[in-house]
């Protein structure tokens, strides 16, 4: 089993910035990929980040170029910076874990205009 938890959400306005963290426990030892995943009120959840083990990435075209992923395998920590923020990103983001299908309780972005 692996624990996910996220943190760092809050509220900002249009143009701030944001760092979540995702902090992992239990059997770290099967992740090969850590996602940031983000559901916004009556959408479906969808993919924003990806950071493989290897450390290559991948991003949704909404974010490309604002949005960051990285991990630091110290820590069993991955952080979203997420910079130039706007209303359409307001959501509640999660972490994922593909192996064993692990998600954490998400954390609640909200970006004012």
């Known amino acids: 089993q692996v624990q996910l938890v996220e943190s760092g959400g809050g509220l900002v306005q249009a143009g701030g910035s944001l760092r979540l963290s995702c902090s992992a426990s239990g059997n770290t030892f099967i992740i090969n990929a850590i996602g940031w995943y983000r559901q916004a009120r009556g959408k479906q959840r969808e993919l924003v980040a990806l950071?493989?083990?290897?450390?290559?990435?991948n991003y949704a075209d909404s974010v490309k170029g604002r949005f960051t992923i990285s991990r630091d395998n110290a820590k069993n920590t991955v952080y979203l910076q997420m910079n130039s923020l706007k209303p359409e990103d307001t959501a509640v983001y999660y972490c994922?874990?593909?192996?064993?299908?692990?998600w954490g309780q998400g954390t609640q972005v909200t970006v004012s205009s």
């Open positions: 950071i493989r083990s290897g450390g290559s990435t």
């Open positions: 994922h874990v593909g192996v064993g299908d692990h």
